[in-house]
């Protein structure tokens, strides 16, 4: 929607309507409880044994499946497929809304697209800096790494704002 504000400035209240907003709510509500429920039922029939110390700073799926006592492969597909898929479909739709965005400031003047463009910067900043690193940790093979702590702490400590 960002586009049609920067866009289709005028046209911005009658398409984004009480009912569009809504939705938009309302499906984003159900996405993220989907998502949810699938990890919870990933993770609930899972049989644990022996340490149950997590080397880690969050509770991430793949630091919980290393406590798993049996192979989590399947487990680990799951969890790609589901948010590594999902956070790189969001970031596709947010690049190409942004390309679109570009595109039309062309015919703008160039006081209008300063002000795009310094919106747009900041909105671009805290997209990168969010999924950025939830990229990188569902879509890199579980590991030991200890780059993964410093890339948990770094994605929960930016502000989403």
């Known amino acids: 929607m960002t586009d049609v504000a920067i866009c289709k400035p005028l046209h911005y209240m009658n398409i984004m309507s009480c009912q569009l907003c809504h939705m938009l709510v309302a499906g984003s509500w159900l996405g993220g409880f989907i998502h949810s429920m699938m990890q919870v039922l990933i993770t609930i029939p899972l049989p644990f044994c022996g340490s149950n110390v997590i080397d880690h700073y969050f509770y991430d799926l793949h630091t919980l499946f290393k406590l798993a006592c049996k192979d989590t492969f399947v487990e680990g597909v799951v969890v790609l497929a589901n948010s590594g898929l999902i956070s790189i479909f969001s970031l596709t739709i947010l690049v190409s809304s942004y390309i679109v965005i570009l595109f039309t400031l062309r015919n703008r003047s160039a006081e209008g697209?300063?002000?795009?463009?310094?919106?747009?910067?900041?909105?671009?900043?805290?997209?990168?800096?969010?999924?950025?690193?939830?990229?990188?940790?569902?879509?890199?093979?579980?590991?030991?790494?200890?780059?993964?702590?410093?890339?948990?702490?770094f994605s929960r400590s930016s502000p989403p704002c």
């Open 113 to 153: 697209r300063r002000k795009a463009l310094s919106t747009c910067a900041s909105h671009i900043t805290v997209v990168i800096f969010v999924f950025g690193p939830a990229i990188f940790i569902y879509m890199w093979p579980s590991s030991t790494f200890t780059g993964d702590k410093l890339v948990a702490v």
